[in-house]
Antibody
Framework: QVQLVQSGAEVKKPGASVKVSCKTS????????MHWVRQAPGQGLEWMGV????????TYSQKFQGRVTMTRDTSTSTFYLELRSLKSDDEAVYFC????????????????WGQGTLVTVSS | QSVLTQPPSASGTPGQRVTISCSGS????????VYWYQQLPGRAPQLLIY???QRRPGVPDRFSGAKSGTSASLAISGLRSEDEADYYC???????????FGGGTKLTVL
């Protein structure tokens, strides 16, 4: 079965960087795009970007351009989200979410989600 | 402020039918597929509806999606207490060149 297991909670100071991992299993890694979505406390869902695992092409939300990097490691079937220059309003739960189908992975057609990683930003 | 507009709250009594709207524009809902998610407290979102009106396997047929022009809707019939959750619509947007989510609707079962 498809599994997405994310890394544990992080506490960072303002201005620092955080790198969240999403280890996948149960499917062919290179066939499915992976999206990253975050949710601030008590707030709605916010899309951050998507990565094509086959070639690692990325599309980022304009809001995060220049501050975010999405990568993948094919040897460990793991995706990574790095967010730099953290601010207090980056405090959120960060989710990885896999495209449902192996065709056109840019749609928000996301049937499989990680458990979420809480990132706390505090001085 | 979300590009996709949802009512912040909705409510109904058990057995009732409730509809949640998602209003967009020609750059998103009007020309792109709409997706609906249910999020229970403390859990990751769960995909209910894809491609405007297709139910994911395992989703009860009490849930249905529809789209007309630049608006989409999620209907829940035979409301049950376990339907109490937050619901989000999502779509791609040509102008933003990315994915957008609605602000979410908190459904309360009275």
């Amino acid at each position: 079965q498809v599994q997405l297991v994310q890394s544990g909670a992080e506490v960072k100071k303002p201005g620092a960087s955080v790198k969240v991992s999403c280890k996948t299993s149960g499917y062919i890694f290179s066939n499915y795009y992976m999206h990253w979505v975050r949710q601030a406390p008590g707030q709605g869902l916010e899309w951050m970007g998507v990565i094509n695992p086959d070639g690692a092409g990325t599309t980022y939300s304009q809001k995060f351009q220049g501050r975010v990097t999405m990568t993948r490691d094919t040897s460990t079937s793991t995706f990574y989200l790095e967010l730099r220059s953290l601010k207090s309003d980056d405090e959120a739960v960060y989710f990885c979410a896999r495209a449902t189908r192996d065709t056109y992975g840019y749609n928000p057609d996301l049937a499989y989600w990680g458990q979420g990683t809480l990132v706390t930003v505090s001085s | 402020q979300s590009v996709l507009t949802q009512p912040p709250s909705a409510s109904g009594t058990p057995g009732q039918r409730v509809t949640i709207s998602c209003s967009g524009s020609s750059s998103n809902v009007g020309t792109k597929y709409v997706y609906w998610y249910q999020q229970l407290p403390g859990r990751a979102p769960q995909l209910l509806i894809y491609d405007n009106d297709q139910r994911r396997p395992g989703v009860p047929d009490r849930f249905s999606g529809a789209k007309s022009g630049t608006s989409a809707s999620l209907a829940i019939s035979g409301l049950r207490s376990e339907d109490e959750a937050d619901y989000y619509c999502a779509a791609r947007d040509d102008i933003l060149s990315g994915v957008i989510f609605g602000g979410g609707t908190k459904l309360t079962v009275l």
